[in-house]
C-alpha cells in the first residue's frame, strides 16, 4: 500500500508562486512514475505533470514553462513548483504514484485570486 499526503496549496494572487509537495509512505513497493494532476469546478480531471524515477518529465500544455516537477528518490517526495499563477490554475491539486497500481492523494486546494 502506498499513501499520499500532499502540502502546499493555499490562496494566492495572480502572478504569484506556490510549491506542492507530496509525500509517499511506502513499504516493500518501489514507486515509478509519480505526477500532478488536477481538477477545477465543474471539469474532468487533468494531468498537469509526471516524472519518471529516472527524471523524465512531462507537462500539460497549459503550465510549460510555469510550472516545474521535480523529486527525490530517496524521501519518495514529489514537488510542483508553480510560478506565474494565473485564476485558471485554481483546482484541488491531486498527487499521484505508480507502483503495479496507482495511487491517489486527497488532495490540496490551490486558488489564485486577487
Known amino acids: 500500500q502506498v499513501q499520499l499526503v500532499e502540502s502546499g496549496g493555499g490562496l494566492v494572487q495572480p502572478g504569484g508562486s506556490l510549491r506542492l509537495s507530496c509525500a509517499a509512505s511506502?513499504?516493500?513497493?518501489?514507486?515509478?512514475?509519480m505526477g500532478w494532476y488536477r481538477q477545477a469546478p465543474g471539469k474532468q480531471r487533468e494531468l498537469v505533470a509526471t516524472?519518471?524515477?529516472?527524471?523524465?518529465?512531462n507537462y500539460a500544455d497549459s503550465v510549460k514553462g510555469r510550472f516545474s516537477i521535480s523529486r527525490d528518490n530517496a524521501k519518495n517526495t514529489v514537488y510542483l513548483q508553480m510560478n506565474s499563477l494565473k485564476p485558471e490554475d485554481t483546482a484541488v491539486y491531486y498527487c499521484?504514484?505508480?507502483?503495479?497500481?496507482?495511487?491517489w492523494g486527497e488532495g490540496t486546494q490551490v486558488t489564485v485570486s486577487s
Open positions: 516524472i519518471t524515477r529516472g527524471g523524465s518529465t
Open positions: 499521484n504514484a505508480q507502483t503495479f497500481s496507482t495511487y
Open positions: 511506502v513499504r516493500f513497493l518501489r514507486i515509478n512514475d
